[in-house]
């Protein structure tokens, strides 16, 4: 189906005219980056802004960068570009694991990391690496910069912090220091263009340290401290894991949808839970990289 209503479309070559547009038009104006949520909701009229701004030519969206132990993604880079890049796959292998069960190779060379988040949906993938690495979302307006933090970017089911004025620019991730490895679970009904029916990622430090965060069981995607207090300063065990999968059902809230019964979700959260964690701490003492 076409776009059925009119709109002003901007395809600005700065940072500063896409702020000047946000400060200008506020709610009436929604950002296009990879469109493959956008265009989707304008087709079906879920929403018809006034004006559309398109961001993908801005060179300095464009960028991932490795400085002083900051990763930096640009609001244009896609999932296919973060599954070729020498960066990524030397530092952040998780993110290329996680990369890769996004939707097919055409939805990839589309759809960015970023819009992914600024959609929110519950299920988005990108959310639980960003949440274990601490990510900080950079934010700009015409009048402010600020940095938010992952674990406060999300504030609903496809509702952000983000203000009507403010764009992102990009998101930062801090290397850890310390020896680490990590692993994302995905439970998906097939591979290909379905969004995950669950999510788990796990980054294992060799201090018996662990960061634990789900998506698409609850309203927002989200860190598990409660396993995480649990499971620090412990050596993974059978017993460790069994304890560990009970506190978990206390801690997510899914639901019965056209994807997965409640049920199912909590059963499978417990698998993926345990895979997760062995396979995070394997790689961690020199299995598989990640
Ligand atoms: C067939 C199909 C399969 C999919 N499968 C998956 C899947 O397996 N896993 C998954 O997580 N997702 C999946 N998705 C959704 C995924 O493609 C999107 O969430 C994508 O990552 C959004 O990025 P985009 O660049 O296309 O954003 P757009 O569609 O351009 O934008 C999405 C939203 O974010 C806003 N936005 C974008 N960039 C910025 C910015 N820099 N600043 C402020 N606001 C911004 C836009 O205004 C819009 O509201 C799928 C989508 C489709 C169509």
Not at 54 to 83: M, R, V, Y
Not at 111 to 127: E, F, H, K, L, Q
């Given at each position: 189906m076409s776009i059925l209503h009119d709109f002003e479309y901007y395809n600005p070559r700065n940072i500063e005219e896409v702020l000047q547009l946000r400060a200008e038009y506020r709610d009436k104006t929604r950002i296009l980056a990879g469109g493959t949520d956008l265009v989707v909701q304008m087709k079906d009229n879920i929403i018809a802004p006034d004006v559309?701004?398109?961001?993908?030519?801005?060179?300095?969206?464009?960028?991932?960068?490795?400085?002083?132990?900051?990763?930096?993604?640009?609001?244009?880079?896609?999932?296919?570009?973060?599954?070729e890049s020498e960066i990524i796959q030397r530092y952040f292998p998780l993110i290329k694991e996680m990369s890769l069960t996004v939707a097919s190779m055409?939805?990839?060379?589309?759809?960015?990391?970023?819009?992914?988040?600024?959609?929110?949906?519950?299920?988005?993938?990108?959310?639980?690496?960003?949440?274990?690495?601490?990510?900080?979302v950079i934010v700009r307006s015409a009048s402010k910069d600020r940095i938010v933090p992952i674990t406060e970017w999300f504030a609903g089911p496809k509702k952000t912090t983000l203000k009507s004025d403010e764009i992102v620019t990009g998101i930062a991730l801090h290397f850890p220091e310390r020896k680490h490895a990590g692993c994302y679970e995905r439970l998906g009904r097939y591979s290909g263009e379905d969004l995950a029916q669950a999510g788990i990622c796990i980054l294992a430090f060799d201090d018996d340290q662990y960061h634990v965060a789900c998506c698409a069981v609850g309203p927002i995607p989200k860190r598990l401290y409660h396993i995480e207090e649990f499971l620090n300063g412990k050596v993974i065990d059978q017993n460790v894991i069994q304890e560990a999968k009970q506190i978990m059902l206390n801690n997510i809230f899914p639901i019965s949808d056209v994807r997965a019964s409640k049920e199912y979700r909590e059963h499978m959260m417990g698998i993926m839970l345990e895979r997760g964690l062995m396979k995070a701490v394997s790689r961690l003492h020199g299995g598989e990289n990640a």
């Open positions: 559309v701004i398109d961001i993908k030519g801005i060179e300095a969206f464009h960028e991932i960068t490795f400085d002083e132990n900051i990763l930096f993604i640009g609001a244009c880079i896609t999932f296919s570009e973060l599954i055409g939805i990839r060379n589309r759809a960015t990391m970023i819009g992914n988040i600024c959609s929110a949906v519950p299920s988005a993938d990108s959310a639980p690496i960003l949440l274990v690495y601490d990510a900080d």
